[in-house]
T-cell receptor, first 113, second 114 residues
């Protein structure tokens, strides 16, 4: 069975500092991993994905994620946080059933000015 | 056009009403999805359409009835809903159901059932 875990409900960081939002996965077969962001009263926006290839994936709005097979992790990172990055972040993994995405429970990121 | 649109943005309905949610995309995507999302929770998959055919129904109650009239449109017909059905309903689309295709989400319809 496919699943992802986001161990932190809340991450707080000061503006200008680096941020990390954690995600670990459990899959049978190759992992296909995604990060989405949701601003209040909005739909989910795609940030980046790992399918194959380089372990460091670059995405939208300056975000990147590092795929680590040995630690089964796919942490989201940004070198310098902005107040506007404050939002709910979801990690997701593709299921073996075509079309299915399994989401983590979400991490609320708050960036303080 | 890289957008998924949903109408209406907000909907308030009584338990005896019949209403419909509409979703539209013009990206040529062949897979479309309905999700239900409660506040601060991850989206829950309800239905998946692939090439205009229903491919996944996550044991959703029959008071929710999906319809895919063509490759660009997805509807969700609502009838005799319960207050616990109040949620944000998200539509999404992807190029195909393949594992490497990301899903693009609409802004959602905020549904309140009185």
């Amino acid at each position: 069975a496919q699943s992802v875990a986001q161990p932190e409900d809340q991450v707080n960081v000061a503006e200008g500092n680096p941020l990390t939002v954690k995600c670990t996965y459990s899959v049978s077969g190759n992992p296909y991993l995604f990060w989405y962001v949701q601003y209040p009263n909005r739909g989910l926006q795609f940030l980046l994905k790992y399918i194959t290839g380089d372990n460091l994936v670059k995405g939208s709005y300056g975000f990147e994620a590092e795929f680590n097979k040995s630690q089964t992790s796919f942490h989201l990172k940004k070198p310098s946080a902005l107040v506007s990055d404050s939002a709910l972040y979801f990690c997701a993994v593709r299921g073996s059933t075509l079309g299915r995405l399994y989401f983590g429970r979400g991490t609320q990121l708050t960036v303080w000015p | 056009d890289t957008e998924v649109t949903q109408t209406p943005k907000h909907l308030v309905m009584g338990m005896t009403n019949k209403k419909s949610l509409k979703c539209e995309q013009h990206m040529g995507h062949r897979a479309m999805y309905w999700y239900k999302q409660k506040a601060k929770k991850p989206p829950e998959l309800m239905f998946v359409y692939s090439y205009e055919k229903l491919s996944i129904n996550e044991s959703v109650p029959s008071r929710f009835s999906p319809e895919c009239p063509n490759s660009s449109l997805l509807n969700l017909h609502l009838h005799a809903l319960q207050p616990e059905d109040s949620a944000l309903y998200l539509c999404a689309s992807s190029q195909d159901r393949g594992v490497d295709y990301e899903q693009f989400f609409g802004p959602g319809t905020r549904l309140t059932v009185l």
